[in-house]
T-cell receptor
Framework: ETGVTQTPRHLVMGMTNKKSLKCEQH?????MYWYKQSAKKPLELMFV???????ENNSVPSRFSPECPNSSHLFLHLHTLQPEDSALYLC???????????????FGPGTRLLVL | QKEVEQNSGPLSVPEGAIASLNCTYS??????FFWYRQYSGKSPELIMS????GDKEDGRFTAQLNKASQYVSLLIRDSQPSDSATYLC????????FGTGTRLQVFP
């Protein structure tokens, strides 16, 4: 496997279900991101992890819970979601330095989530 | 509110023409700028990155940055039907902010 992988690619869940999205990067990067992409809206940054530490939580509801066990893996745990949470969830990774411009982010294929 | 603005389109150009995509941003402290291409149902893929004022060319693609005017553009020469996609502009200050994207249609 190369690049950034995400599983599952498609997910349908009820509002009472609990599920998890998985992301794995094979690029040796030290930062990972979760984004939400809804129709007609720009990509929304949800969470950022640098060196396994969460550095950003963009006012995301607590029904979304991220986990980063190591620099290569990122999870998004979902529980009691709402229909408006239906969207494409994208994982990305980058190699962050201590100074200078942020490096390029590389995206996984995404998980298309439908909440019924 | 830090913003990145793009015309949603669609921008329609004939095959072989130059497609010009524009993006403006609000934060003067922005340091790095990216263009991503996103095909329908797929994830964004990087086309170009640019950090300094001026032009940067890569094959049929040219990115142009003007920090004084706070705009960044992407030119696609010899447009092909396979270039039909949504092009996302992304601007970084302390985090990456994306525009809503411009949908490009290249017709034969």
């Amino acid at each position: 496997e190369t690049g950034v992988t995400q599983t599952p690619r498609h997910l349908v869940m009820g509002m009472t279900n609990k599920k998890s999205l998985k992301c794995e990067q094979h690029l040796g990067h030290n930062a990972m991101y979760w984004y939400k992409q809804s129709a007609k809206k720009p990509l929304e940054l949800m969470f950022v992890y640098n060196f396994k530490e969460q550095t950003e939580n963009n006012s995301v509801p607590s029904r979304f819970s991220p986990e980063c066990p190591n620099s290569s893996h990122l999870f998004l745990h979902l529980h009691t979601l709402q229909p408006e949470d239906s969207a494409l969830y994208l994982c990305a990774s980058s190699q962050e330095g201590t100074s200078g411009p942020q490096e390029t982010q590389y995206f996984g294929p995404g998980t298309r989530l439908l909440v019924l | 509110q830090k913003e990145v603005e793009q015309n949603s389109g669609p921008l329609s150009v004939p095959e072989g023409a130059i497609a010009s995509l524009n993006c403006t941003y609000s934060d003067r402290g922005s340091q790095s700028f990216f263009w991503y291409r996103q095909y329908s149902g797929k994830s964004p893929e990087l086309i170009m990155s640019i950090y300094s004022n001026g032009d940067k060319e890569d094959g049929r693609f040219t990115a142009q940055l003007n920090k004084a005017s706070q705009y960044v553009s992407l030119l696609i020469r010899d447009s092909q039907p396979s270039d039909s996609a949504t092009y996302l502009c992304a601007v970084n200050t302390d985090k990456l902010i994306f525009g809503t994207g411009t949908r490009l249609q290249v017709f034969p």
